[in-house]
């Protein structure tokens, strides 16, 4: 029977694992991942306002892995040896006939003093940390912002850091304390968000203008301090600083032979195959793959890539040449807590819907929709 191994439980991993079943009665599947559980992050930014709980956003996945006839093993991924066909979990030795790698990516953390900021989407502490800070604050500075990969363009998680920024402006108004706190979003980018398209841009800058929220572009960043951030254009005084690094490759990556890109992350061509590798496939945050600067790096393009790696494995795996390519498509709300905007880009155009209450809604009926699946 042949075998493929699954690193990851995150969007990639588990669109990968049902892709394959659905192909495959009889493939045996193995996932690693440190836990038995899928994390939906899209929910982190309604924390600080308390309109999800852990509940909602952790996922036991043992109902699933039993449905799929799924082998679980948890542990984190160490190394490949074997050319692949060995994965490394701890003292234990994984084979495979086939691998996809869907293990994310890890947040950049060089910056001087970035101990001082909070990255939100490091997973539920630092939210916590936001939420019962917020509380107790009287008033005060916030400051918001994120930088990219400079050698890994694609890199970068901006879009929740536009909804952390316009949803704390909207939980401050609801709880009449707005006029109290001063909102300052800060980025070395000219134009934030040119991901998402020109008029998203403009969109993006003037909903910070109609909020009251100050900016500070264009600046390399230099340092963190306490209540401070400092960058070539000058500083934020800030009583609490949330910041977004940029994106590489995770540790372990180091202990294979796989070629990476100059930002770190595995080096794939368009059918989500490691380069010059055999049967290695990646998918979402850990690869690096052709097409244009402004491809995401978000679970909707993981779930495209996905499809595409275990498709190929299969096919790899009963003797055919890998052919199935991903759709380049980016797709998000960027929410504000009580209304959202529709965004879209792919390889003709971009679509850019106005804020309403419906997207908001939309928003977090497509949360409980795309979980239940795993419940």
Same mark, same amino acid.
């Given at each position: 029977m042949k075998k493929i191994t699954i690193i990851g439980s995150g969007f990639g991993g588990l669109t990968a694992a049902k892709t394959l079943r659905k192909i495959d009665k009889y493939v045996e599947i193995t996932l690693i991942a440190p836990k038995a559980e899928f994390f939906y992050w899209p929910s982190l930014i309604w924390v600080p306002s308390e309109k999800v709980d852990e509940s909602q956003l952790r996922i036991p996945l043992s109902n699933f892995f039993s449905r799929k006839n799924i082998h679980f093993v948890e542990g984190e991924v160490t190394g490949l040896y074997d050319e692949g066909r060995s994965v490394l979990v701890g003292e234990k030795i994984i084979k495979n006939d086939a691998l996809i790698i869907a293990s994310g990516g890890r947040f950049i953390k060089k910056l001087p003093g970035i101990e001082n900021s909070i990255t939100p989407?490091?997973?539920?502490?630092?939210?916590?940390?936001?939420?019962?800070?917020?509380?107790?604050?009287?008033?005060?500075?916030?400051?918001?912002?994120?930088?990219?990969?400079?050698?890994?363009? #694609?890199?970068?998680?901006?879009?929740?850091?536009?909804?952390?920024?316009?949803?704390?402006?909207?939980?401050?108004?609801?709880?009449?304390?707005?006029?109290?706190?001063?909102?300052?979003?800060?980025?070395?980018?000219?134009?934030?968000?040119?991901?998402?398209?020109?008029?998203?841009?403009?969109?993006?800058?003037?909903?910070?203008?109609?909020?009251?929220?100050?900016?500070?572009?264009?600046?390399?960043?230099?340092?963190?301090?306490?209540?401070?951030?400092?960058?070539?254009?000058?500083?934020?005084?800030?009583?609490?600083?949330?910041?977004?690094?940029?994106?590489?490759?995770?540790?372990?990556?180091?202990?294979?032979?796989?070629?990476? #890109?100059?930002?770190?992350?595995?080096?794939?061509?368009?059918?989500?195959?490691?380069?010059?590798?055999?049967?290695?496939?990646?998918?979402?945050? #850990?690869?690096?793959?052709?097409?244009?600067?402004?491809?995401?790096?978000?679970?909707?393009?993981?779930?495209?890539?996905?499809?595409?790696?275990?498709?190929n494995a299969i096919d790899s795996l009963n003797g055919i040449k890998p052919s199935h390519t991903f759709k380049v498509e980016l797709m998000c709300i960027v929410d504000s807590n009580n209304q959202g905007i529709y965004i879209s880009r792919n390889m003709t155009g971009s679509t850019i819907f106005p804020k309403t209450r419906l997207m908001h809604w939309a928003k977090r009926f497509f949360g409980w929709w795309y979980c239940r699946q795993y419940r």
């Open positions: 989407c490091e997973g539920l502490p630092g939210l916590v940390k936001v939420r019962d800070q917020l509380k107790q604050m009287k008033g005060g500075k916030i400051a918001i912002g994120f930088s990219g990969n400079p050698n890994e363009p #694609s890199a970068m998680r901006g879009g929740p850091m536009f909804e952390f920024l316009f949803g704390l402006d909207t939980q401050l108004r609801k709880e009449n304390r707005r006029d109290k706190f001063e909102i300052t979003f800060f980025t070395p980018a000219k134009q934030p968000g040119a991901r998402l398209g020109e008029k998203a841009v403009q969109g993006i800058l003037k909903e910070m203008t109609a909020r009251g929220i100050h900016t500070h572009l264009g600046y390399k960043i230099k340092n963190f301090e306490t209540n401070k951030v400092i960058t070539e254009g000058g500083s934020i005084d800030a009583d609490m600083i949330l910041f977004m690094p940029g994106m590489t490759g995770n540790e372990w990556f180091d202990n294979t032979d796989l070629p990476r #890109s100059p930002g770190g992350l595995l080096r794939a061509n368009k059918f989500c195959q490691v380069e010059d590798s055999n049967n290695v496939f990646v998918v979402g945050d #850990s690869g690096s793959f052709p097409g244009p600067e402004w491809m995401p790096k978000q679970a909707h393009m993981a779930d495209l890539q996905a499809e595409a790696a275990a498709k």
